[in-house]
């Protein structure tokens, strides 16, 4: 059991709630303003500012008392929303499904275990001296292996911050499950999944209804086409986040 | 076509960059994880085996600590021995979960208590941590073989108790002044909802156990093991029940190790688990025939192998803290009433029991009518009939 010092962690939580705060205060900036970058610049620059204030006059003293420290991959998800923001380019609100799933998964499983329910340990487990490390050890190879190829880039550079996080500090708290979920980010997820599902039921009902009567028959395999080719969740999530990015 | 090219261009001279960066990002972590494992881990401690012998109390003296000027509340008393004396901890303040709550000390030396001084308060651990503290609850201390104390302290987030979190304070220089080490990481939801009221056991290696309890709605109890340089070496939930809590745990033998908890369910017993692996693995065991309407117990074991257990027996006329029974035990299975070392009318409270052995002095301390913290101490003598 490896922890940080407390140093780091003040540091770290004073940084990445400024992230998180940013990034919350970016999504109020209208997209395609003129003076969006600007207004990012300066919001950036205030909340620098209002964290480094001390004690009880920072937003992390308050942000600290009610959540702890943000995850890494939390704070990651916020630095690239903010990046594609000061690119100007689309920012996809709602996770993607590949993205969404797992955490929501792993996240239901390790908090029905936090709250006794279940009696498992795999908080405790991420605590290991040697499986933790090893599987974070992995994670940072698959990312880098997945940045390399070109594959797959903005959720393997986030993953791959919060496990070198994790691996190279033991931010944000020594244990691997802190450095890639967190309840908020948890939430996130669900929220995405059940937007991600409705989207997709509301569309499946939509295409139900065009396929009645009034419609060809043979138009049908062609209208599905782009869902059959896509193969599953995944792709469709992609192709959703443009969607909302537009918007 | 002409941007298309320059792109295409771009990337395949961006691309070796990125190859080597990663490269160079799995080297460093692999580096960094390499480091940590060439520290081997100490051996894990054995626990001392021996038969138990008669053991005699005889009570030599009974007082109140004395409390902070304008604290009329007091609860959650723990003991931590030093050179040449013995420390108490506990919470005063004008009321349980006020924002005046604080912890406080005071040293016992020849037979008197000193006056009490301040330990930890919301202000002094929010500045240390970074972040705010809401209230102050139960503090736990243990001597470590180097002579330092280590005090774990409750201390909440947004929220009532279900938002607890365990703060982690060293003194080098017997309990006068601490530095906060760090929060303990305990749990996954925003770090909440674990707390200590139980003191830790010591291993043969130097390093203790710290029990720990999780507490929103469903309760269990865990244990945290330390090093002997006070680091922590691993954590984990004891038993599967989900009505236990504030585990008071002896090592038995090299590899039995038992835990008597707090009850929170209807069936109001001293409720009991078992390891016989050294505390890596447990099984829960039927309640014993002794009363927990919800209320904390403490159990040592004495040098001379037999156990101790302090506890709320609740008879026909009494309420479930008015009465604090003394029962020992050789097995852990079988335990005897001793006698009942504070004895009220319905509604009285004596309540919160810690035990500490020093040489042939037992000290105990508990919280006496949520006023103030009474402390005990008895001779142990061996070889006799109780």
Redesign the interface.
């Known amino acids: 059991?490896?922890?940080p010092d407390?140093a780091f962690?003040?540091v770290y939580?004073?940084l990445a709630w400024g992230i998180v705060l940013l990034a919350l205060v970016a999504a109020l900036i209208p997209s395609g303003w003129r003076h969006g970058r600007h207004v990012l610049g300066a919001a950036a620059a205030g909340l620098a500012l209002l964290m480094a204030l001390p004690?009880?006059l920072s937003p992390?003293?308050?942000?600290?008392?009610?959540?702890?420290y943000p995850s890494g991959l939390l704070v990651g998800c916020c630095l690239l929303g903010l990046h594609a923001r000061w690119r100007k380019e689309p920012v996809p609100v709602m996770m993607s499904v590949s993205l969404a799933a797992p955490l929501a998964i792993a996240g239901a499983a390790?908090?029905l275990d936090?709250?006794?329910?279940l009696?498992q340990?795999y908080?405790?487990a991420a605590?290991g001296?040697?499986g933790a490390?090893?599987l974070?050890?992995l994670g940072?190879?698959g990312c880098?292996?997945a940045?390399?190829r070109?594959k797959g880039r903005g959720h393997a550079l986030v993953l791959?911050g919060a496990?070198?996080l994790y691996?190279?500090l033991r931010l944000p708290?020594?244990?691997l499950?802190?450095a890639i979920?967190?309840?908020l980010l948890w939430a996130w997820a669900v929220v995405a999944l059940v937007r991600h599902g409705v989207r997709r039921h509301v569309r499946s009902r939509r295409r139900d209804g065009e396929a009645e009567p009034g419609l060809a028959p043979e138009l049908q395999p062609t209208d599905l086409q782009p869902l059959f080719a896509a193969g599953g969740i995944e792709h469709l999530s992609s192709s959703k986040e443009q969607v909302s990015g537009k918007q | 076509m002409e941007t298309s090219l320059t792109a295409l261009h771009n990337r395949a001279r961006t691309?070796p960059r990125?190859?080597i960066a990663?490269?160079l990002?799995?080297l460093?972590?692999?580096t960094?994880?390499a480091r940590?494992?060439t520290v081997s881990?100490p051996p894990p401690g054995q626990a001392t085996s021996s038969l138990p012998t008669r053991a005699v109390l005889t009570e030599t003296s009974k007082s109140l600590i004395p409390m902070p000027p304008n604290t009329p509340s007091a609860h959650a008393s723990t003991l931590a021995s030093v050179p040449g004396g013995m420390l108490a901890f506990w919470w005063a303040g004008s009321r349980e979960s006020g924002p005046d709550v604080k912890v406080y000390a005071a040293r016992w030396t020849n037979g008197k208590w000193s006056a009490p001084w301040e330990v930890a308060s919301r202000e002094s651990l929010?500045?240390?941590?970074?972040?705010?503290?809401?209230r102050i609850g139960n503090p736990v201390a243990w001597t470590a073989p180097d002579g330092r104390v280590h005090l774990y302290v409750v201390a909440t987030?947004?929220g009532g108790w279900a938002a607890s979190?365990v703060v982690h304070l060293v003194s080098s220089d017997a309990g006068a002044r601490f530095e906060?080490?760090?929060?303990l990481?305990l749990?996954?939801?925003?770090?909440?909802s674990v707390l200590v009221r139980t003191s830790p056991v010591g291993l043969a290696d130097g390093g203790w156990w710290l029990p720990l309890y999780?507490e929103?709605?469903?309760?269990?109890p865990m244990l945290m093991a330390f090093d002997r340089d006070g680091?922590?070496?691993?954590?984990?939930?004891i038993?599967?029940r989900?009505s236990t809590l504030q585990p008071a745990i002896v090592r038995v033998s090299p590899t039995e190790v038992r835990a008597w908890m707090r009850d929170a369910s209807g069936e109001q017993r001293v409720q009991q688990a078992v390891s016989r692996d050294d505390g890596a693995s447990w099984e829960d065991l039927p309640a014993l025939d002794m009363s927990s309407h919800n209320t904390s117990l403490a159990v040592i074991r004495l040098t001379g192998g037999e156990m101790l257990m302090l506890h709320n027996h609740v008879g026909a006329d009494d309420s479930s803290r008015s009465t604090l029974r003394l029962s020992i035990s050789k097995d852990g299975q079988v335990w005897r009433t001793i006698g009942d070392i504070a004895d009220g009318k319905d509604g009285d409270e004596f309540s919160y029991p810690t035990m500490q052995q020093v040489g042939q002095e037992l000290h105990i301390t508990y919280t006496y009518q949520r006023q103030a913290i009474a402390h005990h101490t008895y001779r142990i003598a061996t070889g006799e009939n109780i």
């Open positions: 059991m490896s922890l407390l962690q003040i939580g004073r004690g009880s992390a003293w308050g942000l600290g008392l009610g959540f702890q390790l908090y936090a709250i006794g329910l009696a340990g908080y405790y605590f001296p040697v490390p090893l974070a050890l940072v190879a880098a292996l940045i390399a070109g791959l496990l070198l691996t190279l708290s020594g244990n499950w802190d979920v967190d309840p | 691309r990125t190859v990663c490269v990002i799995v460093a972590a692999f960094a994880e940590r494992w881990a929010g500045k240390a941590l970074g972040f705010g503290v809401r987030g947004l979190r906060t080490r760090r929060m990481p749990s996954p939801l925003f770090n909440t999780f929103i709605g469903i309760k269990y680091e922590p070496t691993r954590v984990g939930r038993g599967e989900m």
